[in-house]
Protein backbone atom coordinates (compact mmCIF):
# COMPACT_ATOMS: atom_id res chain seq x y z
CA UNK A 1 0.00 0.00 0.00
CA UNK A 2 1.28 3.65 -1.08
CA UNK A 3 0.82 6.18 1.55
CA UNK A 4 0.72 9.56 0.16
CA UNK A 5 2.16 13.07 1.35
CA UNK A 6 -0.75 14.77 1.63
CA UNK A 7 1.28 18.32 2.69
CA UNK A 8 0.85 20.56 0.13
CA UNK A 9 3.25 23.66 -0.46
CA UNK A 10 2.42 27.02 -0.24
CA UNK A 11 2.53 28.13 -3.83
CA UNK A 12 3.69 31.43 -5.21
CA UNK A 13 0.11 32.78 -5.60
CA UNK A 14 -0.77 31.90 -2.06
CA UNK A 15 2.15 34.13 -1.30
CA UNK A 16 1.51 37.24 -3.80
CA UNK A 17 -2.12 37.01 -2.55
CA UNK A 18 -1.34 36.88 1.08
CA UNK A 19 1.31 39.85 0.21
CA UNK A 20 -1.51 41.61 -1.74
CA UNK A 21 -4.41 41.53 1.43
CA UNK A 22 -1.19 42.78 3.86
CA UNK A 23 -0.23 45.66 1.89
CA UNK A 24 -3.76 46.46 1.21
CA UNK A 25 -4.67 46.19 5.37
CA UNK A 26 -1.53 48.66 6.14
CA UNK A 27 -2.95 51.06 3.36
CA UNK A 28 -6.17 51.67 5.00
CA UNK A 29 -4.39 51.32 8.71
CA UNK A 30 -1.64 53.54 8.36
CA UNK A 31 -3.55 56.94 7.65
CA UNK A 32 -5.69 55.82 10.45
CA UNK A 33 -2.78 56.07 12.62
CA UNK A 34 -1.25 58.89 11.58
CA UNK A 35 -4.62 60.87 12.42
CA UNK A 36 -5.09 59.18 15.44
CA UNK A 37 -1.42 60.05 16.55
CA UNK A 38 -2.53 63.84 14.97
CA UNK A 39 -5.81 63.68 17.41
CA UNK A 40 -3.41 62.72 20.19
CA UNK A 41 -1.54 65.73 19.93
CA UNK A 42 -4.17 68.23 19.35
CA UNK A 43 -5.68 67.05 22.12
CA UNK A 44 -2.62 67.36 23.91
CA UNK A 45 -2.36 70.51 23.13
CA UNK A 46 -5.83 71.50 23.88
CA UNK A 47 -5.30 70.39 27.64
CA UNK A 48 -2.25 72.53 27.92
CA UNK A 49 -4.25 75.41 26.83
CA UNK A 50 -7.03 74.73 29.25
CA UNK A 51 -4.92 74.41 32.11
CA UNK A 52 -3.03 78.29 31.19
CA UNK A 53 -6.82 79.26 30.52
CA UNK A 54 -7.36 78.20 33.86
CA UNK A 55 -4.30 79.80 35.25
CA UNK A 56 -5.28 83.20 33.62
CA UNK A 57 -8.46 82.76 35.82
CA UNK A 58 -7.63 82.21 38.64
CA UNK A 59 -5.06 85.77 38.45
CA UNK A 60 -8.57 87.06 37.44
CA UNK A 61 -10.47 86.11 40.34
CA UNK A 62 -7.31 86.95 42.87
CA UNK A 63 -6.17 90.50 41.25
CA UNK A 64 -9.76 91.44 40.08
CA UNK A 65 -8.72 91.70 36.28
CA UNK A 66 -6.69 89.82 33.73
CA UNK A 67 -2.94 90.31 33.39
CA UNK A 68 -1.15 92.53 31.36
CA UNK A 69 0.08 90.87 27.46
CA UNK A 70 2.98 92.24 28.20
CA UNK A 71 4.56 94.53 31.16
CA UNK A 72 6.94 97.23 31.11
CA UNK A 73 8.83 99.98 33.11
CA UNK A 74 7.95 103.42 32.03
CA UNK A 75 8.87 106.75 33.39
CA UNK A 76 6.41 109.23 34.08
CA UNK A 77 8.85 111.89 33.72
CA UNK A 78 10.06 111.29 30.40
CA UNK A 79 6.88 110.95 28.08
CA UNK A 80 4.45 113.34 30.56
CA UNK A 81 1.33 111.97 29.38
CA UNK A 82 2.27 111.48 25.53
CA UNK A 83 2.07 108.28 24.50
CA UNK A 84 4.49 108.42 21.69
CA UNK A 85 7.05 109.49 24.37
CA UNK A 86 6.46 106.19 26.53
CA UNK A 87 8.12 102.81 26.31
CA UNK A 88 4.99 100.70 25.42
CA UNK A 89 5.09 102.66 22.33
CA UNK A 90 8.30 102.47 21.12
CA UNK A 91 8.29 98.50 22.27
CA UNK A 92 5.68 98.22 19.37
CA UNK A 93 6.86 100.56 16.64
CA UNK A 94 11.29 100.35 17.02
CA UNK A 95 12.31 97.42 19.57
CA UNK A 96 15.75 98.27 18.85
CA UNK A 97 15.90 101.32 20.65
CA UNK A 98 16.56 99.70 23.81
CA UNK A 99 19.38 98.31 22.12
CA UNK A 100 21.57 101.37 23.73
CA UNK A 101 20.44 102.01 27.18
CA UNK A 102 18.52 99.99 29.92
CA UNK A 103 16.19 97.33 28.38
CA UNK A 104 12.60 98.43 30.18
CA UNK A 105 11.03 94.86 28.73
CA UNK A 106 9.87 93.47 32.27
CA UNK A 107 8.01 90.57 31.65
CA UNK A 108 4.78 88.61 30.12
CA UNK A 109 1.59 86.96 31.17
CA UNK A 110 3.48 83.66 31.24
CA UNK A 111 4.80 85.12 34.51
CA UNK A 112 2.01 86.11 35.86
CA UNK A 113 -0.04 82.75 36.31
CA UNK A 114 3.31 80.80 37.12
CA UNK A 115 1.82 80.45 40.80
CA UNK A 116 -1.07 78.67 39.19
CA UNK A 117 0.40 76.33 37.30
CA UNK A 118 2.20 74.51 40.02
CA UNK A 119 5.60 76.29 39.43
CA UNK A 120 5.61 78.14 42.52
CA UNK A 121 9.67 77.94 43.06
CA UNK A 122 9.85 79.84 39.59
CA UNK A 123 7.66 82.15 40.68
CA UNK A 124 9.18 83.49 44.01
CA UNK A 125 12.75 83.56 41.95
CA UNK A 126 11.57 85.77 39.34
CA UNK A 127 12.12 89.49 39.81
CA UNK A 128 9.91 92.05 38.49
CA UNK A 129 12.35 94.67 39.09
CA UNK A 130 14.33 93.52 36.16
CA UNK A 131 14.08 92.69 32.59
CA UNK A 132 13.17 89.10 31.22
CA UNK A 133 16.56 88.60 29.40
CA UNK A 134 18.66 89.93 32.67
CA UNK A 135 21.52 87.87 33.93
CA UNK A 136 21.66 89.94 37.18
CA UNK A 137 20.70 88.76 40.49
CA UNK A 138 20.03 91.19 43.45
CA UNK A 139 19.04 87.65 45.83
CA UNK A 140 21.52 85.53 47.12
CA UNK A 141 21.42 82.14 45.94
CA UNK A 142 18.46 83.04 42.96
CA UNK A 143 18.70 82.21 39.46
CA UNK A 144 18.66 85.65 37.07
CA UNK A 145 15.38 85.79 35.20
CA UNK A 146 16.94 85.00 31.96
CA UNK A 147 18.11 81.63 33.23
CA UNK A 148 14.51 81.09 34.32
CA UNK A 149 12.94 82.49 31.17
CA UNK A 150 15.57 80.02 28.89
CA UNK A 151 13.86 76.96 30.68
CA UNK A 152 11.65 74.77 29.50
CA UNK A 153 8.25 74.47 30.38
CA UNK A 154 6.31 71.81 28.78
CA UNK A 155 2.67 72.89 29.35
CA UNK A 156 3.88 75.96 27.24
CA UNK A 157 4.37 74.03 23.57
CA UNK A 158 2.36 72.41 21.57
CA UNK A 159 3.62 69.16 20.13
CA UNK A 160 2.15 70.11 16.85
CA UNK A 161 4.51 73.17 17.33
CA UNK A 162 7.46 71.88 15.48
CA UNK A 163 9.10 75.38 15.49
CA UNK A 164 9.54 75.00 19.60
CA UNK A 165 11.54 71.34 18.93
CA UNK A 166 15.15 73.43 18.81
CA UNK A 167 14.28 76.08 21.76
CA UNK A 168 13.87 75.42 25.40
CA UNK A 169 12.29 78.35 26.13
CA UNK A 170 9.16 78.09 23.20
CA UNK A 171 5.76 79.20 23.50
CA UNK A 172 3.13 78.06 21.35
CA UNK A 173 0.51 79.96 23.19
CA UNK A 174 -0.67 83.68 23.10
CA UNK A 175 -3.12 86.11 24.71
CA UNK A 176 -6.03 88.11 22.95
CA UNK A 177 -4.48 92.12 22.37
CA UNK A 178 -7.66 92.96 20.01
CA UNK A 179 -6.87 94.77 16.60
CA UNK A 180 -4.14 96.47 17.04
CA UNK A 181 -0.70 95.60 19.39
CA UNK A 182 -1.59 98.65 21.72
CA UNK A 183 -4.76 100.68 21.36
CA UNK A 184 -3.55 104.29 23.31
CA UNK A 185 -1.96 105.08 19.54
CA UNK A 186 -2.88 102.40 17.40
CA UNK A 187 -0.67 101.16 15.11
CA UNK A 188 -0.59 97.84 12.75
CA UNK A 189 1.90 95.06 12.94
CA UNK A 190 6.02 95.71 11.79
CA UNK A 191 6.30 93.39 8.64
CA UNK A 192 4.21 92.50 5.85
CA UNK A 193 3.28 88.61 5.62
CA UNK A 194 2.82 89.87 1.76
CA UNK A 195 5.70 92.31 0.62
CA UNK A 196 7.75 92.06 4.14
CA UNK A 197 7.25 95.78 4.66
CA UNK A 198 7.13 97.70 7.82
CA UNK A 199 4.05 100.22 8.38
CA UNK A 200 1.77 101.79 11.18
CA UNK A 201 -1.67 100.68 11.15
CA UNK A 202 -5.20 102.44 10.93
CA UNK A 203 -5.95 104.90 13.97
CA UNK A 204 -9.30 102.32 15.77
CA UNK A 205 -10.72 105.95 16.99
CA UNK A 206 -13.73 103.72 18.16
CA UNK A 207 -15.96 106.40 19.33
CA UNK A 208 -18.27 108.50 17.82
CA UNK A 209 -17.12 111.52 20.17
CA UNK A 210 -13.92 112.90 20.85
CA UNK A 211 -10.68 112.30 18.93
CA UNK A 212 -7.15 110.86 19.53
CA UNK A 213 -5.97 108.26 21.55
CA UNK A 214 -7.77 109.31 24.74
CA UNK A 215 -11.04 108.59 22.62
CA UNK A 216 -9.67 104.87 21.90
CA UNK A 217 -8.75 104.31 25.19
CA UNK A 218 -12.36 104.98 25.77
CA UNK A 219 -13.58 101.56 24.48
CA UNK A 220 -9.66 99.59 24.37
CA UNK A 221 -11.35 97.61 26.89
CA UNK A 222 -14.21 96.52 24.83
CA UNK A 223 -11.80 95.05 21.87
CA UNK A 224 -9.76 92.66 23.72
CA UNK A 225 -9.06 91.12 26.85
CA UNK A 226 -4.71 91.66 27.62
CA UNK A 227 -2.69 94.08 26.57
CA UNK A 228 0.38 95.81 27.46
CA UNK A 229 0.86 97.70 30.30
CA UNK A 230 3.18 99.78 33.10
CA UNK A 231 4.38 97.69 35.95
CA UNK A 232 2.84 100.44 38.24
CA UNK A 233 -0.75 100.20 36.55
CA UNK A 234 -0.97 103.91 36.55
CA UNK A 235 -0.02 105.32 33.41
CA UNK A 236 -2.79 107.05 31.28
CA UNK A 237 -3.35 104.37 28.78
CA UNK A 238 -2.80 101.52 31.11
CA UNK A 239 -5.76 98.94 30.25
CA UNK A 240 -6.72 96.25 32.64
CA UNK A 241 -10.10 93.92 31.46
CA UNK A 242 -11.91 92.39 34.03
CA UNK A 243 -14.41 89.59 33.85
CA UNK A 244 -17.36 92.22 34.12
CA UNK A 245 -16.30 93.90 30.90
CA UNK A 246 -16.82 90.60 28.97
CA UNK A 247 -21.18 92.28 28.43
CA UNK A 248 -20.68 89.33 25.16
CA UNK A 249 -20.09 86.61 27.95
CA UNK A 250 -17.38 84.74 28.93
CA UNK A 251 -18.12 81.39 26.72
CA UNK A 252 -18.46 83.89 23.77
CA UNK A 253 -15.41 85.90 24.06
CA UNK A 254 -11.93 84.68 23.21
CA UNK A 255 -8.69 84.87 26.27
CA UNK A 256 -6.11 82.84 24.46
CA UNK A 257 -5.00 81.04 21.02
CA UNK A 258 -1.99 79.72 19.42
CA UNK A 259 0.60 81.13 17.58
CA UNK A 260 3.90 78.81 16.28
CA UNK A 261 6.14 81.84 15.74
CA UNK A 262 5.73 83.43 19.35
CA UNK A 263 8.03 83.09 21.99
CA UNK A 264 11.85 81.72 21.47
CA UNK A 265 14.00 83.70 19.00
CA UNK A 266 17.73 84.34 18.71
CA UNK A 267 17.03 87.92 18.21
CA UNK A 268 15.80 89.50 14.86
CA UNK A 269 14.74 91.88 13.14
CA UNK A 270 10.95 92.21 15.19
CA UNK A 271 12.92 91.97 18.08
CA UNK A 272 15.25 94.59 17.91
CA UNK A 273 17.58 91.93 18.37
CA UNK A 274 16.58 91.06 21.62
CA UNK A 275 16.86 87.47 22.67
CA UNK A 276 13.47 86.64 23.05
CA UNK A 277 11.71 83.50 25.28
CA UNK A 278 8.27 82.54 27.01
CA UNK A 279 8.54 85.78 29.29
CA UNK A 280 9.35 88.07 26.70
CA UNK A 281 6.47 91.24 26.56
CA UNK A 282 7.12 92.45 23.42
CA UNK A 283 3.45 91.81 21.55
CA UNK A 284 4.51 90.07 18.62
CA UNK A 285 6.23 87.10 21.15
CA UNK A 286 3.31 86.97 23.56
CA UNK A 287 -0.28 88.23 22.14
CA UNK A 288 -2.37 88.40 18.84
CA UNK A 289 -4.84 90.26 17.51
CA UNK A 290 -7.16 90.20 14.39
CA UNK A 291 -6.41 92.01 11.28
CA UNK A 292 -6.53 95.63 11.77
CA UNK A 293 -7.91 95.91 7.97
CA UNK A 294 -11.30 96.11 10.02
CA UNK A 295 -10.26 99.76 9.48
CA UNK A 296 -8.83 100.34 6.46
CA UNK A 297 -10.60 101.91 3.48
CA UNK A 298 -8.27 101.62 0.34
CA UNK A 299 -5.30 100.51 1.26
CA UNK A 300 -4.96 103.43 3.44
CA UNK A 301 -4.93 104.55 6.89
CA UNK A 302 -8.49 105.67 8.28
CA UNK A 303 -10.53 106.64 10.89
CA UNK A 304 -12.75 103.96 11.85
CA UNK A 305 -15.56 106.41 11.27
CA UNK A 306 -15.09 107.14 7.84
CA UNK A 307 -14.11 104.58 5.08
CA UNK A 308 -15.85 102.08 3.04
CA UNK A 309 -14.87 99.25 4.91
CA UNK A 310 -15.97 100.54 8.51
CA UNK A 311 -18.60 98.77 10.87
CA UNK A 312 -21.89 99.92 10.02
CA UNK A 313 -25.07 100.80 12.08
CA UNK A 314 -25.51 97.13 10.42
CA UNK A 315 -23.50 95.48 12.74
CA UNK A 316 -22.49 92.03 11.97
CA UNK A 317 -23.27 92.48 8.55
CA UNK A 318 -21.04 95.98 8.36
CA UNK A 319 -18.07 95.39 5.62
CA UNK A 320 -14.93 96.62 7.71
CA UNK A 321 -15.65 93.02 10.39
CA UNK A 322 -15.46 90.71 7.24
CA UNK A 323 -11.73 92.19 7.00
CA UNK A 324 -11.19 90.57 11.13
CA UNK A 325 -10.42 87.48 8.89
CA UNK A 326 -10.21 86.58 5.28
CA UNK A 327 -8.54 83.30 3.91
CA UNK A 328 -6.77 84.85 0.91
CA UNK A 329 -5.90 87.88 3.27
CA UNK A 330 -1.87 87.85 4.64
CA UNK A 331 -3.65 88.88 7.49
CA UNK A 332 -5.65 85.83 8.08
CA UNK A 333 -5.62 82.64 10.29
CA UNK A 334 -2.95 80.42 9.91
CA UNK A 335 -1.43 82.46 7.17
CA UNK A 336 1.80 82.07 8.77
CA UNK A 337 2.32 78.44 7.22
CA UNK A 338 4.82 80.42 4.24
CA UNK A 339 6.69 82.54 7.08
CA UNK A 340 9.61 81.32 9.50
CA UNK A 341 11.07 84.40 11.35
CA UNK A 342 9.96 84.44 14.74
CA UNK A 343 7.55 87.32 15.63
CA UNK A 344 6.79 87.86 11.78
CA UNK A 345 2.69 87.43 12.69
CA UNK A 346 0.76 88.23 15.68
CA UNK A 347 -1.70 86.37 14.32
CA UNK A 348 -3.30 82.99 14.88
CA UNK A 349 -1.58 80.17 13.20
CA UNK A 350 -1.14 76.56 14.18
CA UNK A 351 0.16 72.85 12.96
CA UNK A 352 -2.79 71.19 13.44
CA UNK A 353 -4.02 71.72 9.71
CA UNK A 354 -7.35 73.92 8.80
CA UNK A 355 -8.06 74.88 12.13
CA UNK A 356 -6.70 76.62 15.35
CA UNK A 357 -7.14 75.87 19.02
CA UNK A 358 -8.84 78.79 21.46
CA UNK A 359 -9.57 79.06 25.14
CA UNK A 360 -12.42 81.26 26.21
CA UNK A 361 -12.50 83.14 29.01
CA UNK A 362 -14.98 80.69 30.58
CA UNK A 363 -11.73 78.56 30.30
CA UNK A 364 -13.77 75.90 27.79
CA UNK A 365 -11.96 75.26 24.70
CA UNK A 366 -12.77 75.33 20.95
CA UNK A 367 -11.43 74.70 17.40
CA UNK A 368 -12.13 77.34 14.96
CA UNK A 369 -11.74 77.12 11.26
CA UNK A 370 -9.38 79.19 9.22
CA UNK A 371 -11.94 79.93 7.22
CA UNK A 372 -13.93 81.54 10.22
CA UNK A 373 -16.08 84.25 8.56
CA UNK A 374 -14.28 87.48 9.68
CA UNK A 375 -17.40 88.62 11.20
CA UNK A 376 -18.05 86.24 13.52
CA UNK A 377 -14.09 86.12 14.62
CA UNK A 378 -14.53 89.41 15.60
CA UNK A 379 -17.46 89.30 17.40
CA UNK A 380 -15.46 86.43 19.22
CA UNK A 381 -12.37 89.04 19.63
CA UNK A 382 -14.44 91.50 21.22
CA UNK A 383 -15.49 91.11 24.73
CA UNK A 384 -18.22 93.56 24.73
CA UNK A 385 -19.73 94.33 21.19
CA UNK A 386 -23.10 94.46 22.49
CA UNK A 387 -22.34 97.69 24.25
CA UNK A 388 -19.97 99.34 21.67
CA UNK A 389 -21.20 102.38 20.46
CA UNK A 390 -24.38 102.19 18.22
CA UNK A 391 -22.20 102.61 14.92
CA UNK A 392 -19.92 99.89 15.51
CA UNK A 393 -22.58 97.45 17.54
CA UNK A 394 -22.49 93.86 17.34
CA UNK A 395 -25.31 91.56 17.03
CA UNK A 396 -24.81 87.90 18.46
CA UNK A 397 -26.01 85.69 15.74
CA UNK A 398 -25.00 81.32 16.04
CA UNK A 399 -22.65 80.41 14.64
CA UNK A 400 -21.60 76.78 13.65
CA UNK A 401 -17.72 78.46 12.08
CA UNK A 402 -15.96 75.70 15.10
CA UNK A 403 -14.33 72.62 13.78
CA UNK A 404 -15.49 69.09 14.99
Known amino acids: MVIRDQRRGFKLIDLMVSILVIAVLLALLVPFLGDSGLRGSRTQCVNHMRQLGLGLIQFETCNNHFPNAGTFRDDPEAHQGDPKRSNLYRAVVDPAAFASETNPCLYNWVVEILPYLNYPALANAWNKSLPYDSNATSRANEPPNQRISSSTIGILRCPNDFSTRQANSGLSYVVNGGFVRWPAVPVGWVGSAKDGQS?????????????????SLAVGHKLGVMFLGTESGAAPWDIRCRSADIADGQSNTIQLGENTLAGYSAGNAYSGGLVT????????????????????????????????????????????????????????????????????????????????????????????????????????????????????????????????
Open 199 to 215: RNGPVLQWTPEGSGWRA
Open 277 to 404: NWACPLPNFCMFIASDDVCESGGSSTNCLAGQLRPTALGMTGAGWVQANRPDGPESINFASMLKAKGSFPFLNSGHGGLVNVVMCDGSTKSLRDTIDGKIYAELMTPAGTTLPATLRQSQPPYDETAP
